[in-house]
């Protein structure tokens, strides 16, 4: 069970809100491209803010990108717009905006940088790994303990935590180095499922 199981029901709050931006001309890519900027830009405040505002409205922020990244998928899907580029768009997109985001949290006091760039790279090869089940006739994977609603959960969690002032530092490294498992385990249930569907 992650929290990516709940997709449906999120997808179905979205659809009137997705409705109204495909009759405004608004286009998957659109939302695709604006949700990867804004995430550059939201990481660029986290790591040049002198304050916690950024950490404590993390989630909601968090929150806004899951939409948006459902949101897109709808356009594509429900509406037609489907591409080759829109894909592409959407797999980097999402990787450019995970970094941008979890980044920031290497240069907290206390934090081994080292543990959150692990924690980017092994999120990147989950989806990269994800994708390869599309080449072997699996289907785009999306198993594992630690998919991207997961990770925006533990990471927006954290912001809001770090955001109030409560001494949540001391513990981080544990928390990553816990996530770095989860991590590992999914990135070796979506490569079983990813070579099962070439058997």
Known sequence: MTIY?????????LRPFTSWLFRRAVTANMVTVAAMLASLAYGAWMLLSASSL????????MFARMALNAV?????????????????LNEVGDLIADAALLLPFATLPGVHPQLVCGVVYLSTLTEFIGVLGQVTGAGRRYDGPSGKS???FV???LGLLI????????????????????LA????????RAAAGAA
């Open 163 to 182: 955001g109030l002032g409560l001494p949540v530092l001391p513990y981080l490294d544990p928390v990553l180095i816990a996530l770095l498992v989860l």
């Open 155 to 157: 990471f927006g969690l």
């Open 5 to 13: 199981d709940l997709k449906p029901r999120f997808q179905a709050l």
């Open 185 to 192: 385990l999914t990135c070796w249930k979506r490569a079983r």
């Open 54 to 61: 950024p950490y404590l409205l993390l989630p909601l922020f």
């Open 72 to 88: 897109d998928g709808m356009l594509a899907r429900e509406h037609g717009q489907q591409s080759k580029l829109g894909a592409v």
């Open 150 to 152: 997961d990770r925006a």
